[in-house]
């Protein structure tokens, strides 16, 4: 056998080993989604069983869910494994983690405990919980689509165009784990029958920004994998010591403040406009 036939064997065989190993690199980014589909369906499953400990695990599997849905994209981008179909396949998953899931538990959260109303009442307030979650689940459906088709803000990569679904399933997963049975505020399930109807418009009022064109930071333009002053990374501990240790008010105050932000630097970008345009 001459030089050149060793050479082509050796290179041959140096081209399966990489196909086989590019292959086994594109399950990972697909077992980070299908963890984040798991995720999603024990949330929903646990939701309809409707215990207060129950929803609390619902909504730590909803958390759960967002730190999968991070991690596929990034290991995809990382080891360039981004394909069309792995797209799709997130964007389905994202539907029952952030769409069904927190809708579900919105509304048995809500409305499965409620005890100040009786009758014609409560069936008005089961009707109206109806129609605020199947909102918030069509807009999620509806958010995810519009990135499919037009991805981040024109002309910028750092924003998202609407509230990012597991932002708005992290406000719902939020308040149902702060606010459960045995935690430190330990309200539990809703049972007066306004708070309930606030609770509702809530739910429908995140899927109102999820549709909307307010902008959202993406934190995609910070450097993850490049080297970080110290301070940050201590900053970085502390900030995950905190949230493991006192995940209720952590939680709660990192959604919540996630939510607001978006709609304050709208503002003000409107009326810092209107006086730009007033003057000119």
């Known amino acids: 056998m001459g030089a050149i036939e060793q050479h082509e064997i050796r290179f041959a065989?140096?081209?399966?080993?990489?196909?086989?190993?590019?292959?086994?690199?594109?399950?990972l980014p697909a077992m980070?989604?299908?963890?984040?589909?798991?995720?999603?369906?024990y949330a929903v499953v646990a939701s309809l069983v409707g215990t207060p400990e129950d929803l609390n695990h619902a909504a730590k599997a909803i958390g759960l869910a967002i730190l999968f849905d991070s991690l596929d994209g990034?290991?995809?981008?990382?080891?360039?494994?981004?394909t069309e179909f792995g797209?799709?396949?997130?964007?389905?998953?994202?539907?029952?983690?952030?769409?069904i899931a927190p809708a579900i538990l919105a509304y048995a959260w809500g409305f499965r405990s409620v005890t100040s109303l009786s009758g014609e009442a409560l069936h008005q307030l089961g009707e109206f919980a109806w129609v605020c979650c199947l909102a918030f689940l069509i807009?999620?459906?509806?958010?995810?689509?519009?990135?499919n088709v037009q991805g981040m803000a024109p002309g910028s990569?750092?924003?998202?165009?609407g509230m990012p679904t597991p932002a708005a399933a992290a406000?719902?997963?939020?308040?149902?784990?702060?606010?459960?049975?045995?935690?430190?505020?330990?309200i539990g399930p809703l049972q007066n029958g306004w708070w309930s109807v606030a609770w509702f418009l809530l739910a429908a009022s995140l899927g109102a920004l999820m549709t909307s064109t307010i902008r959202y930071y993406s934190f995609k333009d910070i450097p993850w994998t490049r080297k970080q002053p110290s301070l940050a990374i201590v900053l970085l501990c502390l900030l995950v010591g905190v949230t493991w240790l006192y995940s209720e008010y952590a939680l709660l105050i990192l959604a919540c403040t996630y939510a607001i932000l978006g709609l304050a630097l709208h503002a003000a970008r409107f009326f810092r406009h209107r006086m730009v345009s007033r003057t000119t």
């Not at 990034?74 to 981004?82: E, P």
């Not at 797209?87 to 769409?99: I, M, T, W, Y």
């Not at 406000?171 to 330990?186: D, E, Q, T, Y």
């Open 171 to 186: 406000v719902i997963a939020a308040i149902v784990h702060g606010l459960r049975v045995g935690g430190p505020i330990s």
């Open 139 to 147: 807009c999620c459906a509806w958010r995810l689509a519009r990135f």
């Open 32 to 41: 980070m989604t299908s963890a984040n589909l798991l995720c999603g369906y």
């Open 13 to 27: 065989g140096k081209r399966l080993r990489n196909l086989k190993h590019r292959r086994g690199i594109f399950l």
């Open 87 to 99: 797209v799709q396949f997130d964007s389905l998953a994202d539907v029952v983690s952030f769409g």
């Open 157 to 161: 990569s750092k924003y998202f165009v």
């Open 74 to 82: 990034r290991l995809a981008r990382l080891t360039g494994t981004n």
